[in-house]
T-cell receptor
Framework: LAKTTQPISMDSYEGQEVNITCSHN???????ITWYQQFPSQGPRFIIQ???TKVTNEVASLFIPADRKSSTLSLPRVSLSDTAVYYC?????????????FGKGTRLSVIA | DSGVTQTPKHLITATGQRVTLRCSPR?????VYWYQQSLDQGLQFLIH???????AKGNILERFSAQQFPDLHSELNLSSLELGDSALYFC??????????????FGNGTRLTVT
């Protein structure tokens, strides 16, 4: 299983762009990179997933360099409601026997 | 709303007792995953079922067991409960049949308190 490393916490002011980087040096060829958001006492919520280059949806962008050893989740113009824990996961569920392992995540605090 | 339903939302029981947590996956999802989240441990993967069959086991204690039924709902059974089993238990589901890396969709969890 590819191990991930993320900052434990980050602070940001409202309206700023936030970039959270995740390191996954031993990512395997078939592994995908998936980010989840979790609010207190709620289940994690899928944000975005990618394999390489850049992926963008209505919530965030995911930047993946060519070597895929890291990835960056970009949240544009954050608001107070973006305060949450963000998890980076790396794995290949397609193998059928590789569980997705959540690390400690990054606790993002957005300040007014 | 993720479409994953977990019952009950809260459960308070005594040490030594047995409880059953229930999960109904999103319509069409064949996979069910169980996770445990306690304050000091983060999200711990317990077990994965796909279309009724166990596919992977994580840090699941021998006192815990799970199954997925023909209608695809799943139950997590926790027995001989200890104080340390107090946690949020999450169920997640995903499609996976033609999209093996489809994301997980989590329910809102069952908060278990063992007294």
């Amino acid at each position: 299983l590819a191990k991930t490393t993320q900052p434990i916490s980050m602070d940001s002011y409202e309206g700023q762009e936030v970039n959270i980087t995740c390191s996954h040096n031993n990512i395997a060829t078939n592994d995908y990179i998936t980010w989840y958001q979790q609010f207190p006492s709620q289940g994690p919520r899928f944000i975005i997933q990618g394999y390489k280059t850049k992926v963008t949806n209505e919530v965030a962008s995911l930047f993946i360099p060519a070597d895929r050893k890291s990835s960056t989740l970009s949240l544009p113009r954050v608001s107070l409601s973006d305060t949450a824990v963000y998890y980076c996961l790396v794995g290949d569920k397609g193998s059928g026997n590789t569980p997705l392992v959540f690390g400690k995540g990054t606790r993002l605090s957005v300040i007014a | 709303d993720s479409g994953v339903t977990q019952t009950p939302k809260h459960l308070i029981t005594a040490t030594g007792q047995r409880v059953t947590l229930r999960c109904s996956p999103r319509s069409g999802d064949l996979s069910v995953y169980w996770y445990q989240q306690s304050l000091d441990q983060g999200l711990q993967f317990l077990i994965h079922y796909y279309n009724g069959e166990e596919r992977a086991k994580g840090n699941i204690l021998e006192r815990f067991s799970a199954q997925q039924f023909p209608d695809l709902h799943s139950e997590l059974n926790l027995s001989s409960l200890e104080l340390g089993d107090s946690a949020l238990y999450f169920c997640a589901s995903s499609v996976e049949l033609q999209a093996p890396n489809s994301p997980l969709h989590f329910g809102n969890g069952t908060r278990l308190t063992v007294t």
